[in-house]
């Protein structure tokens, strides 16, 4: 079985501030965890994924995140947040076997000018 | 490419009736999926399929049918809508179904049942 968990609905931060978006989540195997980011009114746009070795991923406009087996997380982090990052940001696992992935329930960023 | 496209973007229906929500890929991806998202719900999966003339149920398939006749093309059928069907649908596909595999996703429809 494989579930993630998204524990903040909405994270407020302040334009040039680092912000971090938190996920845990839960597999009987080797985990692939991936983030993706929600425009208002669009689909949802890959982020970044890991699948193996380094623990720290780097994605697109400056995002990367952190693998921590030990914590079972995979916190979203920007070093400074702009006012356009402000949008809806949706955590994945896939157990290795499976077809499917499992989606947090999404958590809304805003960013303050 | 045009990637996963969808139609319509917007539709209004009255319980009773029924609809097509249609999905389209140029990528050539063998697996395709349909989800709904309810707010603060995240996404729900409704049906997917490995490839064309295969497909099987997710977590919430009632009130919903699908068919592959060919690896472009995922149409989702709702038959008989209820004002529970009332949510936003996204078709999405991947190359292949492997847990390494990014989801493309379509730009959405937004359905009303009243």
């Known amino acids: 079985a494989q579930s993630v968990a998204q524990p903040e609905d909405q994270v407020n931060v302040a334009e040039g501030n680092p912000l971090t978006v938190k996920c845990t989540y839960s597999v009987s195997g080797n985990p692939y965890l991936f983030w993706y980011v929600q425009y208002p009114n669009r689909g949802l746009q890959f982020l970044l994924k890991?699948?193996?070795?380094?623990?720290l991923v780097k994605g697109s406009y400056g995002f990367e995140a952190e693998f921590n087996k030990s914590q079972t997380s995979f916190h979203l982090k920007k070093p400074s947040a702009l006012v356009s990052d402000s949008a809806l940001y949706f955590c994945?696992?896939?157990?290795?076997?499976?077809?499917?992935?499992?989606f947090g329930r999404g958590t809304s960023l805003i960013v303050h000018p | 490419n045009a990637g996963v496209t969808q139609t319509p973007k917007f539709r209004i229906l009255k319980i009773g009736q029924s609809m097509t929500l249609q999905c389209t890929q140029d990528m050539n991806h063998n697996y395709m999926y349909w989800y709904r998202q309810d707010p603060g719900m995240g996404l729900k999966l409704i049906y997917y399929s490995v490839g064309a003339g295969i497909t099987d149920k997710g977590e919430v398939p009632n009130g919903y049918n699908v068919s592959r006749s060919t690896t472009e093309d995922f149409p989702l059928r709702l038959e008989l809508a209820a004002p529970s069907q009332t949510s936003v649908y996204f078709c999405?596909?991947?190359?292949?179904?492997?847990?390494?595999?990014?989801?493309?996703f379509g730009p959405g429809t937004r359905l009303t049942v009243l």
């Open positions: 890991y699948i193996t070795g380094d623990n």
């Open positions: 994945a696992v896939r157990d290795g076997g499976s077809y499917i992935p499992t």
């Open positions: 999405a596909s991947s190359t292949t179904g492997i847990g390494t595999d990014t989801q493309y």
